[in-house]
């Protein structure tokens, strides 16, 4: 098949190469896995990809959300349908997220948004390198209960009894989501673990639940205005939602150690990723 082929060679409405929609949905299917797994929608992985490979800003964005709300959704009904979604904390910081990314999206002005998103990589990388490092002492505290490990690993006290707690962390991520037009799911997840003292497991189901409700926000105004490759999308997404019920199936089976280390590594290469993409916005521009 000519490397010139796109997808309007087979009936549907894309200029998107063949093998660029391929590579995509491969792409897509191991994002969601590790997605899956560790409780992240990780857009900042594929938004990259897209750009890279040439489809405008605005296409890739709104495609990418898209993505990323139905990843987010298959993946918390996994999590959901095996007792790691709190949907207290789900409601809590739910509302407050929402109300916050639309604050933070009207006054996205006020700031810079390369600052804002190499300052929110930077804080999403020192959360991956704790979470690394969390992984090491579980490694050291493997004769220890395991009810007692999860709890000395994921921040000591259970603070999800404490709402305002919750409500406060959804509000600043979801106005710095807002600002600088991501789910940051990345940002919120060592938020529940290390602020509220949520377990890792429960931690990722339920932040996928709140990413989807975000995601799900986010991408009517991409719809509203034509920004998404609908063909590219559901590839991409049906790729992606096969992906992501592997990996949150295997949450549950996975030892806490395993899961950490996994967690931080992926939030290290995420931070870099937006700290990076900061760097470029902001100082390089």
């Known amino acids: 098949m000519e490397l010139t082929a796109t997808l309007q060679d087979l009936g549907l409405p894309s200029d998107v190469l ?6 995509l949905t491969i792409i897509s299917f191991g994002v969601g896995i590790v997605g899956g797994f560790v409780g992240l929608a990780l857009g900042t992985v594929r938004l990259p990809v897209l750009l890279f490979l040439g489809m405008p800003s605005t296409l890739a964005a709104g495609t990418n959300i898209i993505v990323s709300t139905a990843s987010s959704l298959f993946g918390a009904l996994r999590h959901m349908r095996e007792g790691r979604v709190d949907l207290r904390v789900v409601l809590i910081m739910g509302v407050p997220s929402f109300a916050g990314a639309f604050l933070g999206g009207y006054y996205a002005g006020a700031a810079p948004e390369g600052l804002l998103v190499l300052v929110v990589g930077i804080l999403v990388l020192w959360q991956g390198i704790e979470l690394a490092a969390k992984a090491g002492a579980a490694a050291e505290s493997s004769g220890a209960p395991g009810g007692a490990m ?48 949520m377990d890792p497991r429960i931690a990722a189901g339920t932040n996928l639940f709140i990413g989807f409700a975000m995601g799900a926000s986010g991408w009517t105004g991409h719809v509203a205005r034509g920004q998404v490759d609908y063909s590219l999308a559901v590839l991409m997404g049906l790729s992606a939602v ?16 395993t899961l950490l280390a996994s967690m931080g590594a992926v939030l290290i290469v995420v931070g870099v990723l937006m700290a990076w993409r900061g760097v470029d916005g902001w100082l390089l521009r």
């Open 150 to 197: 999860a709890d000395a690993l994921a921040g000591g006290t259970d603070r999800r009894r404490h709402p305002a707690l919750a409500a406060a962390m959804g509000l600043v991520i979801g106005v710095t989501g807002g600002a600088v037009g991501l789910i940051l799911g990345s940002l919120r997840l060592p938020g529940l673990i290390r602020v509220l003292g």
């Open 242 to 257: 096969a992906g992501v019920n592997i990996g949150a199936r295997q949450t549950g089976r996975a030892g806490l150690r």
């Open 18 to 23: 063949l093998w660029q929609a391929l590579l």
